[in-house]
């Protein structure tokens, strides 16, 4: 199994950056994906999910508003739109499969990581 995360970068406040996260070997379309991320000395925190058909997503209440997440199964690939990012959006993205998990799932029940994508958003 391998998760894939791309599109971090250096932006500034009020900018946007979209992460792409593209899936291989695993059943696509039973997994809930989600997005974590990680600031320097921080725990990694929950940031968004989407169920495996896509109907449904859960958002941080951080984020709420700002950042929107789909998915195209027939792609392997799950999109995380950042919109108005905030300094305190820094830190190291990473997306997350849950075999038919619940949006609302913890970090714990997520069973593929993959290796993160930095996002820098400066002041």
């Known amino acids: 199994v391998q998760l894939q995360a791309f599109g971090g970068g250096l932006v500034q406040a009020g900018g946007s950056l979209r992460l792409s996260c593209v899936a291989s070997?695993?059943?696509?379309?039973?997994?809930?994906m989600g997005w974590f991320r990680q600031a320097p000395g921080k725990e990694r925190e929950f940031v968004a999910a989407?169920?495996?058909?896509?109907?449904?997503?859960s958002y941080a209440d951080n984020v709420k508003g700002r950042f929107a997440l789909s998915r195209d199964n027939a792609k392997n690939t799950v999109y995380l739109e950042m919109n108005r990012l905030k300094p305190e959006d820094t830190a190291v993205y990473y997306c997350?499969?849950?075999?038919?998990?619940?949006?609302?799932?913890?970090?714990?029940?997520?069973?593929?990581w993959g290796q993160g994508t930095q996002v820098t958003v400066s002041s």
């Open positions: 997350a499969a849950n075999p038919l998990g619940s949006v609302d799932a913890g970090r714990k029940d997520y069973h593929y």
């Open positions: 070997g695993l059943s696509f379309g039973r997994q809930t």
């Open positions: 989407i169920w495996w058909t896509g109907g449904t997503t």
